[in-house]
């Protein structure tokens, strides 16, 4: 039900061919002050390569806040605001668009310490290119020192890197033993080659207080370390290079990616500084013989080809109101269809959240079924997304499509209220939502108790045990934070005749006569 909430909000990148991926891990955060009136604001950029799973990787991020400055635009955030306003263009979110468009251009990001400056690369979006290399590894300066600290490597790549590098000292590559066992030896002969220790590297490390949870550990971090050769006389600087590119042709070629470039004169952030505080975790790697089949098989090449095929697919759907249940009938096209039909290939589809009721659109025989019906689907349920599931190639593939279902604002909105009154649930729990909404640091187990109901009556006198934590944090925000009480009062309205499963209202009427006060 949560991910039901939030689909509205998800939207699906769409590669202009099998082999690009939607890479970047970027967070862009805006925050404003609490006040109705003011136009105060600030942004958080946060770059990364983590991505938004439950792994437990060493990754890297940065965070930097940033402020309007007045009267200029700055001329380092123009990468960004491309990329932003690009992406935000697709979802059709055009108030987001007009306000990134009118800010984002004068805000000032501030780098950590020791850096100084930062320049953001989205990369192979638009006309933006990968600085790490361009036209073929040929740029207007060769490199001092370099460090590569990457999961995944590939020859080319690194061939290319190495090229880059004018000085006796041999650049230094750090990445996943498995990775490195797949190189050329000739290849890694022009690096200083470390791999994680075992003990971190592909290891179960035992994480919590009852020792129950499993944690595998690999390196997931991508960190581009780089010592320029500058002309005599300026003093040397060290750029970093911190986001989700590897050291791949996919990393550097065809990938939508996103680096953030920081500079520092500090000698600890220089390339063998690093090593040496890294040196605890890694071992020094000794090439051997060169698994050609494993790095260019091109291994998922026809799977990848079919994904892409089927996510292109053109859907049809209708929904459809059946009582107080919806219908919705998906089909493809038979022309669009015979694109994908192969032998020893099974697609089947299911609604997200709805495993039961499948449509087998190409079963193994090669057999085909242009539509389905999925009926009897609960309006907290419905969903844009679909979940599919390839069988082909000795492997199976399972991922998230998005279809075009349309829902008016009607329908938006009823199913955003009963989502929010099977989440929510009751009295007691909703008292809890107001609570965490008003302070996230409070805790209303202790702070809120449900009323008393015994034969006697509905409790009346026990009101205050709930009422008063609630009214005093009421009167905090009005003062302080007005704009809070407006976006609780969307869901207090939203919810106002509610019942939970026993009939019993989820929000009693002393507390709408309490919450009038505030309105």
Avoid at 182 to 210: F, I, T
Avoid at 253 to 281: C, I, W, Y
Avoid at 501 to 517: H, N, R, T, V, Y
Wanted: a neutral charge; charged letters at 30%.
């Amino acid at each position: 039900k949560l991910v039901s909430f939030l689909d509205q909000n998800i939207w699906n990148f769409e590669p202009t061919d099998a082999f690009v991926s939607f890479h970047p891990k970027v967070w862009l955060v805006r925050y404003e002050k609490n006040t109705r009136k003011s136009d105060e604001y600030k942004y958080r950029l946060v770059v990364m390569s983590r991505n938004m799973t439950s792994a437990t990787d060493f990754d890297i991020a940065v965070a930097m806040d940033g402020v309007p400055v007045k009267n200029s635009s700055v001329k380092n955030n123009k990468p960004l605001v491309a990329m932003m306003v690009g992406l935000m263009k697709t979802t059709g979110r055009q108030v987001i668009v007009d306000q990134l468009q009118k800010e984002l251009p004068k805000v000032c990001f501030k780098a950590p310490a020791p850096f100084r400056t930062q320049v953001f690369w989205p990369h192979t979006f638009e006309k933006f290119k990968c600085p790490l290399l361009n036209d073929n590894g040929k740029e207007k300066y060769k490199y001092k020192e370099l460090m590569v600290i990457s999961p995944f490597v590939h020859n080319d790549t690194l061939e290319k890197l190495a090229q880059k590098v004018d000085c006796r000292e041999k650049p230094i590559l750090i990445s996943r033993e498995n990775e490195l066992m797949k190189c050329d030896p000739e290849v890694l002969n022009s690096w200083r080659c470390y791999a994680m220790l075992g003990n971190y590297e592909n290891s179960n490390v035992e994480v919590g207080e009852d020792e129950s949870d499993v944690m595998n550990v690999a390196l997931h971090a991508k960190i581009y370390i780089v010592k320029a050769k500058l002309k005599s006389g300026q003093k040397d600087s060290y750029n970093w290079f911190i986001g989700s590119t590897n050291c791949t042709e996919a990393g550097f070629g065809k990938n939508r990616e996103a680096l953030l470039q920081l500079k520092s004169f500090d000698e600890s952030t220089s390339p063998n500084k690093v090593l040496e505080s890294l040196m605890p975790f890694l071992i020094k790697y000794q090439p051997t013989d060169f698994k050609e089949s494993v790095q260019d098989a091109g291994g998922g090449k026809e799977m990848r080809e079919l994904v892409f095929a089927v996510s292109r697919l053109g859907y049809n759907v209708v929904l459809e109101q059946t009582g107080d249940k919806y219908k919705v009938t998906v089909s493809v096209d038979e022309n669009e269809r015979s694109k994908v039909v192969k032998d020893d290939v099974s697609i089947t589809m299911s609604l997200f959240g709805h495993d039961s009721q499948k449509w087998e659109l190409i079963d193994c025989n090669g057999n085909c079924c242009c539509y389905h019906k999925f009926e009897n689907i609960e309006c907290s349920m419905l969903s844009s997304f679909a979940r599919v599931e390839i069988k082909a190639f000795d492997e199976t593939k399972t991922f998230l499509l998005k279809l075009p279902i349309e829902m008016d604002e009607g329908l938006l909105t009823a199913r955003h209220k009963k989502i929010m009154s099977e989440i929510i649930g009751d009295e007691e729990r909703m008292m809890g939502y107001i609570m965490h909404c008003l302070d996230p640091c409070a805790m209303p187990g202790k702070q809120i108790k449900k009323r008393n109901q015994t034969k006697h009556g509905s409790g009346n006198s026990d009101k205050g045990l709930y009422l008063l934590p609630i009214y005093e944090k009421l009167l905090v925000a009005a003062s302080r934070n007005p704009q809070l009480l407006d976006d609780i009062g969307r869901n207090i309205e939203l919810l106002k005749n509610t019942c939970d499963k026993d009939g019993q209202p989820i929000l009693s009427d002393e507390f709408k006569k309490m919450w009038k006060a505030f309105k």
